[in-house]
Every structure is written in structure tokens, then in C-alpha cells.
Antibody, heavy 118, light 108 residues
Framework: QARLVESGGGVVQPGRSLRLSCAASGFTFSIYGMHWVRQAPGKGLEWVARISYDGKNENYGDSVVGRFSISRDNSRATVYLQMIGLRGEDTAVYYC???????????WGQGTLVTVSS | SYVVTQPPSVSVAPGETARLTCGGDKIGNLRVHWYQQRPAQAPVLVMFYDVVRPSGIPQRFSGSNSGSTATLTISRVEVGDEADYYCQVWEPTTNRGVFGGGTRLTVL
């Protein structure tokens, strides 16, 4: 059974950086696209970033392009989200999720909370 | 960028039918996925490629998509169906994900 476990969240000051990790298990990680989706407190879901199964293609949402970077290590079955220049509006629970061949996000982690505050 | 629109809330009594809509320009040409999110929990996929139910999702859940509206229909609604529901598509030219704003289903 697929399992995704996010880590790396916490409280960070505006302008600082943070790296999130998502460890995968229970499935063949290297054939799945991976995503980060976030949810600000009391708000809806916002798609953040995607990386292809082989790491060769990346896409980003408008609100994070140029500040966030997604990467993956297939040997460690882990996907990362490097966040720089954090802002208050980046405060959210960050979920990682997987897809296969551009299909639905069929497995999600439980999320990690990032709070950007001075 | 592509925009999908959902009504903020829908209320139904137990046993009735809930129809949750997701609107977008020619959304019938895209494949729509639906997620259920209960309070303080991660989202769960409840419908994909417009009409396909994942294993474990009751047959009471069905989907459709045509023209400018996709619909998730929940028949014989139960108290346990109370949750936020999000539709999602992949933006045609950029492959970026797009979520609707979500609909809160309240079971009266």
C-alpha cells in the first residue's frame, strides 16, 4: 500500500528558506510523477509543483515560480520542495501526492505545516 | 490560466441526492478528478477521469462531464459524506494543476 510521509515543516521567518521532504514507500516510486499541493488555514487546495517520474520535467504554480524548486531522488524514493524567499502567504499545510501518466492524484501524504511568521 | 468554479456550499438531507458542480470553459474537453476532504484529514480521490470510481468508493458516487460543467453526484447521501469536495483538472497547455475552490457538503 502506497505511503507518503512529509517532513521538514515548521516556523520560519519571512524571507528565509525551508526544504520539505516526502518519503515514499509501498510502491515503485520511480514510475510516478510527484506533486506538492498546499492548503492555507481555512482555505482550499492549491497546486504548487510537479516533477516527472524521471526528474526531467518540472512545473510550478504562478504564486511560487522562481521561489520554489521541486526535485527528487529515485534512489531514496523521496521528493523535495526547496522554498526560498518565504512570505506570510506561503503559510499552509503542504501535501505531497503522486500521479501516473498525468492522471489523478491517487495517493496523498498527511501533510506538514509551514508557518511563515516573524 | 484556466479557472474552475465550484459553489461554496451545498446542503442536503440524509437520503437525498447531492449534485456538486465544477464549471470551466469547455471543461467537457478535459478530464476531471474529484477529491473528498474531511476535517483535519488529507484529501482522498473519489472520482477520476470524470466517471471512474476508485476501489472502496461506494457506488452511490457517480460523475459526469459535458460542455462547461462537470458534476459529482452523491445518491442516498449519508452523514458520513459530509466533507469538502474539490474538482481538479490539468491545464491543457502547461500541465499545471488547477483546483476548484471547493464545495462544502452539509448533511442536514
Amino acid at each position: 500500500q502506497a505511503r507518503l510521509v512529509e517532513s521538514g515543516g515548521g516556523v520560519v521567518q519571512p524571507g528565509r528558506s525551508l526544504r520539505l521532504s516526502c518519503a515514499a514507500s509501498g510502491f515503485t516510486f520511480s514510475i510516478y510523477g510527484m506533486h506538492w499541493v498546499r492548503q492555507a488555514p481555512g482555505k482550499g487546495l492549491e497546486w504548487v509543483a510537479r516533477i516527472s517520474y524521471d526528474g526531467k520535467n518540472e512545473n510550478y504554480g504562478d504564486s511560487v515560480v522562481g521561489r520554489f524548486s521541486i526535485s527528487r531522488d529515485n534512489s531514496r524514493a523521496t521528493v523535495y520542495l526547496q522554498m526560498i524567499g518565504l512570505r506570510g502567504e506561503d503559510t499552509a499545510v503542504y501535501y505531497c501526492a503522486r500521479d501516473r501518466d498525468g492522471g489523478p492524484l491517487n495517493s496523498w501524504g498527511q501533510g506538514t505545516l509551514v508557518t511563515v511568521s516573524s | 490560466s484556466y479557472v474552475v468554479t465550484q459553489p461554496p456550499s451545498v446542503s442536503v438531507a440524509p437520503g437525498e441526492t447531492a449534485r456538486l458542480t465544477c464549471g470551466g470553459d469547455k471543461i467537457g474537453n478535459l478530464r476531471v478528478h474529484w477529491y473528498q476532504q474531511r476535517p483535519a484529514q488529507a484529501p482522498v480521490l473519489v472520482m477520476f477521469y470524470d466517471v471512474v470510481r476508485p476501489s472502496g468508493i461506494p457506488q452511490r458516487f457517480s460523475g459526469s462531464n459535458s460542455g462547461s460543467t462537470a458534476t459529482l453526484t452523491i445518491s442516498r447521501v449519508e452523514v458520513g459524506d459530509e466533507a469538502d469536495y474539490y474538482c481538479q483538472v490539468w491545464e491543457p497547455t502547461t500541465n499545471r494543476g488547477v483546483f476548484g475552490g471547493g464545495t462544502r457538503l452539509t448533511v442536514l
